[in-house]
């Protein structure tokens, strides 16, 4: 039941991302959710976990893709181990440590989604284009995750106290 709720939390999130969250965009970037409850869930219940999610969320989004299904998961596979490595390596509660873990995060996802467009001979951003977008997406990102970590740790605890 809790994978059941979980992969409609992530569906949600995929298709939140990809019809609203554009049109709240800063600076040309637009906050990544799905990358956003991925950072969350691997700060919250480990790197495994993490990277289960990061599929299941890839998956979401390379089907909402006009490109090959697989990038979107690769990304998210990689923000998901970067912030396992991050959570055992240092302070787990502070919040600038959560949002530099996002904003890490965020980059890597950017540098193998237009490393993998490269690959594929699908278009590519020019480089200066593509840098100034992926700061302003770790800017958002890492603004964004302090909360979204706050929202799903009361998520958990309402969710524990009711059963």
């Known amino acids: 039941m809790k994978r059941a709720i979980g992969a409609a939390l ?3 999130a995929a298709l939140v991302q990809v019809t609203w969250a554009p049109r709240i965009e800063v600076l040309g970037a ?9 950072v969350a869930l691997t700060w919250t219940r480990g790197v495994r976990a993490g990277m289960a999610w990061a599929c299941v969320g890839g998956l979401f989004l ?6 090959p299904v697989g990038p979107h998961a690769l990304g998210l596979l990689t923000g998901a181990y970067l912030t396992g490595f991050w ?8 919040a600038v440590q ?7 995060s965020t980059a ?6 237009v490393g993998s467009d490269d690959t ?9 284009a593509a840098g100034e977008l992926t700061l302003a997406a770790c800017a958002y990102n890492a603004v964004l995750m302090p909360p979204a970590l706050a929202l799903l740790r009361k998520a958990r605890l ?3 106290e009711a059963v």
């Open 120 to 128: 594929l001979g699908l278009p590519v951003p020019p480089l200066a």
């Open 108 to 113: 890597a996802y950017s540098l193998v989604l």
């Open 87 to 94: 959570t055992r390596n240092l302070d787990r509660q502070s």
């Open 62 to 67: 390379d089907l909402t893709a006009a490109g």
């Open 10 to 12: 992530m569906l949600g």
């Open 158 to 160: 309402t969710a524990a």
């Open 98 to 104: 959560i949002a530099l873990a996002a904003a890490v």
């Open 30 to 38: 637009f906050p990544n959710l799905v990358l956003i409850a991925v």
